[in-house]
């Protein structure tokens, strides 16, 4: 009898820890995002350019997230921004690309020459 409570109790724990490893929290969620830093190069008019999206974590640590951030242009007639990231620059003008994600915004002032 013993020995079925020692493999019970055993198989529990087991399960327990898969379950805890299995998990499908991100380690990106919204309360461990700290800040996200935008980067890219100014495209000429009529070119393109990849903009990035990293964010930094609590931990200190830094994961790209620019492929799951919601990204905006303020000024579309200089610049427009795909929801990849991909700044178009549509004519002279200055323009304030964004990127959001876990509600955090971060922000690149860029000018069209």
Same mark, same amino acid.
């Given at each position: 009898?013993? =020995?079925?409570? /020692?493999?019970?109790? &055993? =198989?529990?724990?087991?399960?327990?820890?898969?379950?805890?490893?299995?998990?499908?929290?991100?380690?990106?969620?919204?309360?461990? &995002?700290?800040?996200?830093?935008?980067?890219?190069?100014?495209?000429? &008019?009529?070119?393109?350019?990849? =903009?990035?999206?990293i964010?930094?974590?609590?931990?200190?640590?830094?994961?790209? &997230?620019?492929?799951?951030?919601?990204?905006?242009?303020?000024?579309?007639?200089?610049?427009a921004?795909?929801?990849?990231?991909?700044?178009?620059?549509?004519?002279?003008g200055?323009?304030?690309?964004?990127?959001?994600?876990?509600?955090?915004?971060?922000?690149?002032? /860029?000018?069209?020459?």
């Amino acid at each position: 009898m013993m =020995f079925r409570t /020692i493999t019970a109790s &055993v =198989f529990a724990v087991a399960l327990a820890l898969c379950a805890g490893a299995c998990s499908n929290d991100s380690a990106t969620s919204a309360s461990t &995002v700290s800040s996200l830093s935008v980067t890219g190069t100014v495209p000429a &008019v009529g070119a393109t350019s990849q =903009f990035t999206a990293i964010a930094t974590l609590a931990s200190g640590s830094t994961q790209d &997230v620019t492929s799951a951030a919601t990204w905006s242009s303020s000024n579309l007639s200089a610049a427009a921004v795909s929801a990849s990231g991909l700044v178009t620059a549509a004519g002279s003008g200055t323009a304030v690309i964004s990127a959001t994600y876990s509600n955090v915004v971060g922000t690149d002032s /860029i000018t069209v020459p």
